[in-house]
């Protein structure tokens, strides 16, 4: 059989998604109650990371401890592929000692390739194009709160980045309609949009795209490795900040998400985090319980 890898959201089926969705429910609850849960006892899960994080490296490393199995941190500060070892000898050598890796990259290609040449499964911990994993923890805290999002209207404002692209993803591995109001110059992948057509739109209009939306997802206007590109993107995107007075154009029970980190003030209102329809906190516990339930079922199967 073919190693398991989870690269995008396109690498499970609908079924799959929705089990691990419900198993991370389980998984949370097993937790909560005190119980002592180690399938996989003298596991060890590599985690490469070349872009910071805070709740990717502790939702690993953590649910990786709980799950009585370690975790690897390595930083290209410290090893040869920060000095410049080819990607495809470290995937070979890395997954002949480890168990499961965990990746955050820039080029997803790197990701692509690394995954070629290792023996063990590899999941992505977010590269410039897609973070998947995220989207995992998502849809469990939609699930959790509101039921099943299949044939909600979902509606992504700002930067048609990889958060937004793991939403188009998102939609038609789960079967919802997505609005995305980005401003020009900022739109999701064009040939991701054309191949999902049918699910995803892009708008200029935050105020228009809002309306009847079921869920509000924002992030960061400029992400990790635009830096350089922060003070401009506050002005393209003036306009496209996420509010409570924009929540009140959307559903009554609309929910809002964001990945974290947020930067208050500029995607995102000082008081948006702490509105009752945020949910952002939950979000962020979820990685933990998601990422879980991915590793058990990569390793595992389903259970
Ligand atoms: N949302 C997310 O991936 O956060 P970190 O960058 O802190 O891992
Ligand atoms: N779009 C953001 C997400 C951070 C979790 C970034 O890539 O920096």
Redesign the pocket.
């Known amino acids: 059989m073919s190693t398991k890898h989870f690269l995008t959201l396109l690498d499970l089926s609908r079924d799959d998604i929705n089990r691990i969705i419900q198993r991370a429910i389980k998984l949370k609850a097993m937790r909560n109650q005190g119980e002592i849960y180690e399938p996989m006892k003298n596991k060890v899960l590599g985690m490469i990371f070349e872009k910071s994080s805070t709740r990717t490296r502790v939702s690993f490393e953590a649910g990786m401890a709980q799950f009585g199995g370690s975790a690897i941190f390595l930083s290209p500060r410290d090893t040869q592929l920060g000095r410049g070892e080819p990607i495809e000898d470290s995937a070979k050598v890395i997954s002949s000692m480890v168990d499961i890796i965990m990746i955050r990259t820039f080029e997803h290609d790197k990701l692509v390739r690394f995954a070629e040449h290792s023996k063990v499964p590899v999941i992505n911990a ?1 590269t410039d194009d897609f ?1 998947p994993c ?1 989207l995992l923890a998502d849809m469990q805290a939609y699930v959790e709160h509101r039921g099943s999002i299949q044939g909600r209207k979902v509606v992504w404002i700002g930067d048609g ?3 937004c692209a793991s939403y188009i993803n998102a939609a038609r591995q789960l079967d919802f309609q997505l609005v995305a109001a980005c401003p020009e110059g900022f739109d999701p992948d064009a040939e991701l949009c054309k191949q999902n057509a049918d699910r995803v739109t892009v708008v200029r209009d935050p105020a228009e795209a809002v309306k009847d939306a079921d869920l509000v997802v924002t ?2 206007w400029a ?2 490795g635009q830096e350089e590109e922060q003070q401009e993107r506050m002005k393209q995107f003036a306009g496209f900040q996420v509010s409570p007075a924009l929540m009140d154009l959307a559903k009554d029970d609309a929910l809002f998400m964001h ?1 974290l980190p947020a930067h208050r003030g500029e995607e995102v209102s000082k008081d948006m985090l702490d509105d009752p329809r945020s949910v952002v906190f939950d979000e962020a516990e979820n990685r933990l319980h998601a990422q879980k339930a991915l590793m058990e079922y990569l390793l595992l199967g389903h259970q």
């Open positions: 977010l973070h995220q980045n990889n958060m992030d960061v992400s990790m990945c």
